[in-house]
């Protein structure tokens, strides 16, 4: 395990990573970054400041696993493959989710879409604006579109583009709320509790557990369920899904290939210098699709029918 005293990336008293400068963190200029003749990892140690020395050193430097940019080719190669036809993207005016104006659930959209806003500035304030890199925030920054398209549909006209838009965000907004609730809940919050010094954990249970973390790890799924299922009978189709894989495998993308360059390790489970790299990758994946069925299975049974 690697020196584990370096917790200033959940200390309030040193300044947040993402509120530095380029040159003050020290990132490679984009000539390096393209230079096939640079080492893939551009910073001293692999870890960014040395902010993420929590994280265990082999997992931040040395050669992916062989099998890893092979897993990560099929996965980007299937995605393409599994791409719907053109006329799958249009969705008839009937089953766009719309509430009419005023109405209860028209009004729990425009109050939380205004919480969910205070809640981003306030974060992006305290913790710079680096923070929306991470994918806890990109998929608090989905639902909170969402929900801000939501209030705004009964005022737009039909077959306006924001409808058809807010429509294949539907399921991309859920699923991220629900692995971002499942995988920081479950997996990774313990992974990283456990590798701190037991001196050090108080402070992780301090950040894990203070104001805007209890939002957007624990809340999050609460106002995606209300948004996205409760407040829409129309069940999921592979449109759906494909959206949320893409959305996912993009990010993947930029994690793998940019931020593990550069030494930003937010989720060390999904480290490529593991064996189990291609299981954690592929888990994840398979989670949308359980997902997807899930949430699918809910609505065809008509649980939540009660707050309809």
Known sequence: MSDSSNIRAFSSKSQPLATMS??????PNLRQFFDPNSPW???????????????PRYLRVGPWTKFAPICLSIIVAKLIYWMPQQSSFHLEDEILSTHPQYSEFWLYNVIIFLWMMLILVVTIRKRGPGVVLAYTIQSWTMLTIRHGLSALAPFLPSKH??????ELLRFPALATASVTFFYW?????????????????????????????IQVHFFNIIFAIMNTVVASSREFQFVDLWC?????????LMYLLVFDRIGIHLYPVFSPRTPWSTLSWSALLGTYFAMFHFWNHIISSERLSIFQ
């Open 161 to 166: 583009f924001l409808l058809w838009a807010n």
């Open 41 to 55: 990892v551009l910073v001293n140690e692999g870890s960014l400041m040395g902010f993420f020395n929590f994280v």
């Open 22 to 27: 380029p040159r003050d963190l020290g990132l």
């Open 185 to 213: 809940n479950f997996i990774i919050a313990p992974l990283i509790y456990y590798n701190f010094a037991p001196d050090r954990r108080r402070d992780f249970l301090h950040f894990n557990f203070n104001f805007r973390m």
């Open 244 to 252: 949320a894989l893409a959305g996912a495998v993009v990010y993947a």
